[in-house]
């Protein structure tokens, strides 16, 4: 990112209606990889989600909705917060604790208005490196992670991932 001001390219493993899955995404669809990923959780697990969104409370609330929604669907425990402020605390316990979590980590297409001086990349570019380099981390350590990238229709890609995770008991 230094040198380029941009970040290596990354495969998806699934796309469709505007979403790109990362890592341990299986099935045909969006939403099939979706519910493949949540059917893996076993009783004491916890899902956690990660957020490398824009904070408001139009994002919070719809956060809130699939957080409520995994947590009646499984019955385990659930939690979100945003990125990176989560790494200074619970991002501590889903790399170095029992590897008891399901992580979905949520991204966005990131503006590239505000550069930081003296480099060649903005505030956005560096919070999206952020956000890669915590699942690559998460994928090192053995943990079951996805990343779900919204593109640039954040509002309708919660949308679409609490829809699909509702699409199933």
Excluded: C, W
Excluded at 80 to 89: D, E, M, N, V
Excluded at 115 to 128: A, D, E, K, T, V
Excluded at 143 to 163: T, W
């Amino acid at each position: 990112m230094q040198e380029k001001g941009r970040l290596p390219e990354q495969k998806p493993a699934v796309t469709g209606s505007g979403l790109s899955l990362f890592g341990q995404a299986a099935g045909a669809t969006v939403e099939e990889a979706l519910n493949n990923f949540i059917d893996q959780a076993r009783p004491g697990d916890y899902i956690a989600l990660l957020a490398y969104l824009e904070e408001n409370p139009q994002t919070n609330d719809a956060l809130e909705k699939i957080r409520l929604n995994l947590r009646d669907r499984t019955h385990l425990a659930t939690t979100a917060g945003y990125g990176p402020r989560y790494l200074h605390s619970t991002g501590q316990i889903h790399k170095g604790g029992p590897n008891t979590g399901l992580f979905i980590e949520l991204t966005q297409d990131e503006p590239d208005t505000v550069q930081i001086p003296g480099q060649r990349y903005s505030f956005g570019r560096f919070n999206l490196a952020q956000a890669q380099g915590d699942f690559e981390v998460l994928q090192k350590h053995g943990r079951r992670v996805i990343r779900i990238h919204l593109g640039d229709s954040v509002k309708e890609g919660l949308a679409q991932v609490n829809r699909a995770f509702a699409g199933r008991p």
